[in-house]
């Protein structure tokens, strides 16, 4: 087969493959206005017209030509690298949606429905007992899922694998140990330490200059407002339609400003992300980012390791005291520092500070772990989860709704998804120490406000990659090293050692 | 074939109709989000996502199997009335959009996109020379296109029958000379009456309560924001997912109330229609507004005969003085009423008063009829415009941008379209003439602020009956009488001798 035929051949993979980029962003665009502008009447006609949509997507995804079309070409030997691996990607998704029955997609798509209608309900009474039926049958489609997709070890392998290409949980156990002991360690010399305040964070704020403060946050670390834009919702969250069209959420509480900067700056860096993605790319693996890991590792970055640093707030809080009199004008940038990092165990996850915050995925692990491959009865869970809170975080649950309740996944069927928010920031620690090292005075960079050779490196380090390498493959290529925990242990001793000295 | 069977049969007819409907209901979100929120950057890809799940609706509503699944429940001697009315006009459609060929379609998209960027260059220049070889093409596709689809007498009519099912040029002649002659003789009396000033609606009007006032506005004709809701664009316009999902914009001109009012008032008009529609038929004929006439004359009763009338404002006009105190303060409610119905020849079609604004539309329908009909070269266009301007309104155009280049219509190959505006108008001032003989003092109830028995009355008249019915059939339905110009005129005389008496 001639060359020329071999990229006719490719035409016809991409030209599909951008239709069905066409259409799966018009289900993230229903889904981003379903949690924006849509009026309350619309949701019923909204859930069938996503049901509907997310159909034909998966049937442009599994047909029988599509399949022949892609093995044609990976019997072409003169198909370039990078076209090779976009259509090996896909093939690979492909075989495996393949695997999916028929009655296993309805029933996964019915219970999604089920369950969060139970979630909804059970968490209006407060009471876990509603939730549970619902769940229990979701765990068991999980499972059915989990054998139909096959994995290497266990089962909760294959639920691991839909989040983060090539995830087991052997992989995990060693990280997470390792992790654990020394989070606990810190954690337990810390409360020994004099604890700041952070009473500053919960004044009264205007909700018209929190929103414009987060605007400028934005502008800040780069978010471009010409190919994105920011609105109100209930959870702050990214979608990207296009490298062209990418919209964050934010949420604001006038007695929690900590909610709208740390929100705004954390979806920023899922934002910028999606905006560096190659355009040129569009529908093709190589323009999306498929790794939960990698794209967490970019928010914890610039949330964390920037967004909650002294040199980043050096240059920027007296912007906030200018724009924020009160209570800011009277508080000093060391004291601030010291309040936006203060950690404290707690019972939800999302209001956890940087270090606590990983025992709460880590409770979700254990849990999920025994859910999927013990068989552990949903109806036990309260129990278990109430256990871990208080052994591993030493907080007493006072009900359902501050426990087993709070976080929506499980009913989306989104298990095996924690543990990427805790490899994210490992990852984004190993990033920060490449940083340190690429960057010459990085830290007087960010004092004076820059942030732009940041996000130059992310965009020529991570970003142009798009989906091509697994975390673990781009962080032994960008590092030098495996994604392990060392970086980020290195990060949390220093900081906080030195902020609780 | 047994009755059940039929209704199995007609299932699954109903079951693709809705399908589809959801595919074109996520391309009106798509157009909707374009013209709101949309990032700038966003606009080619949204392009070239509008065209992927255009071919999509296209196949699914062109599909042989469809065909046949319909012809075989024509079949059915015992398909009830509606479904069979709701397979008969689905089935017409069918055959309207199998006449296509592909490179027909092709040609037509590629041309509205080509058109469209040519129109706004040749605005930013303000001249017509940019545009015309771009609408040369496109008016040989939509000649084309006549000739494809095939019409009674005239390649027009067919066109008009793309807007207005059944319409054709013969009928038009007939309606718009009487209208041409009546308006002109009721203009040159007005010209020569004292003229009231309308420099209230001029002043200076805050933004922000010129917003409020609007949605103020739309409550009060009841329009139901829990099932739809109001936004900002730079044309107005209403779009709808389905009845429970239904949305208008607006615009705010700081110095010009009178594009904020009316505008709202207008789309209001449109949403009440679709927010009343069957929503148990969602997806099918019964379920859709398609009658463009219809429509307008829903918009059209609402902005004119009620939203210009002296009873409405008879109880508004309190809260536009308390909400917007200067100038309305000083300006009594006759004079106000004065104002917003000063009939002034102008240039733009969009700024006319009730009156004139008909002249503008005789002159584009003149305008198509000599484009489709007798070829008139598209390089003429200006001259003709410029000389029936002169002709019909007295007025001047002093520039392309003011004459032949403001509307966007034929950019989208729409021909055809414009007549329906003043076919609406009409049909408008027949259920007002019909409101008035079956509401008991209507006047009274609308000077009271109750516009509900309206509502209703057009509920159970026009609203529940889809697009089961065209304009003229449901006007002889619910007057008696087929579409005509007479109760119109009627409405004119009457109001416009006794406003200038």
């Keep these: 087969m001639s060359k020329s035929e071999t990229l006719v051949l490719y035409d016809t993979f991409k030209e599909h493959m951008q239709r069905l980029a066409d259409v799966k962003n018009a289900i993230a665009l229903l889904e981003w206005d379903q949690e924006t502008y849509m009026p309350a009447g619309g949701a019923q006609f909204r859930g069938q017209q996503l049901t ?30 990078l076209e090779r691996k976009n259509v090996e990607l896909t093939y690979e998704d492909y075989q495996k949606k393949r695997k999916y029955p028929a009655d296993l997609v309805k029933a996964l798509t019915r219970t999604y429905n089920t369950c969060f209608m139970a979630w909804i309900q059970a968490r209006r009474e407060n009471r876990f007992a509603i939730f549970a039926p619902e769940l229990e049958k979701m765990i068991a489609l999980k499972q059915r899922e989990a054998e139909t997709l096959g994995y290497p070890a266990q089962p909760y392998d294959a639920l691991l694998d839909q989040h983060e290409r090539g995830l087991t949980t052997a992989t995990l156990e060693q990280i997470f140990l390792e992790l654990k002991t020394q989070i606990i ?40 407002f010409q190919t994105g834009r920011q ?62 890991v990698i794209h967490e590792s970019q928010s914890r970055l610039w949330e964390n390791c920037i967004g909650r640093s002294l040199p980043f ?25 010291k309040a936006i990092n203060l ?52 907080v007493q649950v006072p009900d359902d709704l501050h426990g087993i309740l709070q976080d929506i996944h499980w009913c989306h069927g989104s298990l095996g998804y924690f543990p990427t928010y805790t490899l994210g920031s490992l990852l984004a620690a190993q990033w920060w120490q490449q940083l340190q090292h690429d960057i010459a005075d990085l830290d007087e960079t960010l004092a004076r406000g820059h942030t732009r050779p940041v996000l130059d490196w992310l965009r020529s380090h991570i970003h142009c990659y798009g989906s091509l390498y697994t975390a673990d493959e781009l962080c032994l290529r960008v590092t030098g090293k495996p994604l392990q925990v060392e970086a980020f242990l290195d990060y949390a001793r220093e900081k906080f050692t030195r902020l609780y000295a």
């Excluded at 409770?363 to 949903?378: A, C, D, G, S």
């Design 185 to 224: 360690s810190l954690l337990s010399w810390i409360q020994q330490r004099p604890q700041p305040s952070d009473a500053c964070l919960h004044a009264f704020a205007d909700k018209q200059q929190q929103w414009d403060f987060g605007i400028y946050l934005l502008q800040s670390i780069g978010f471009d």
């Design 52 to 81: 509907t949509l997310a159909d034909l997507a998966h049937r442009m995804s599994t047909r029988d030509e599509f399949g022949q079309l892609m093995e044609k070409l990976l019997d072409c030997a003169d198909l370039p690298e």
């Design 343 to 394: 950690v404290k165990p707690s019972l939800i996850r999302t209001e956890a500070d940087e270090l606590t915050y990983h025992l709460h995925i880590l409770i979700r692990y254990e849990i999920e772990k025994k859910l999927i491959n013990e068989k552990l009865p949903v109806k036990e869970l309260p129990e278990l989860w109430n256990a871990l809170y208080a052994d591993m975080l030493g």
């Design 313 to 337: 707030w050096t240059y920027h809080y007296p912007e906030l005291q200018k724009r924020i009199p009160i209570p800011f004008r009277e508080i000093d940038l060391v004291d601030f520092y």
């Design 231 to 292: 609105d109100l919702s209930v959870h702050p969250f990214t979608t990207s339609f296009n490298p062209h069209d990418v919209r964050v959420t934010t949420r604001i509480h006038e007695n929690q400003l900590s909610t709208l900067i740390w929100s705004c700056i954390h979806e920023g860096g899922h934002a910028l992300y999606e905006q560096g993605l190659p355009v040129e790319q569009y529908g093709l693996p190589a323009g999306k980012a498929s790794s939960l």
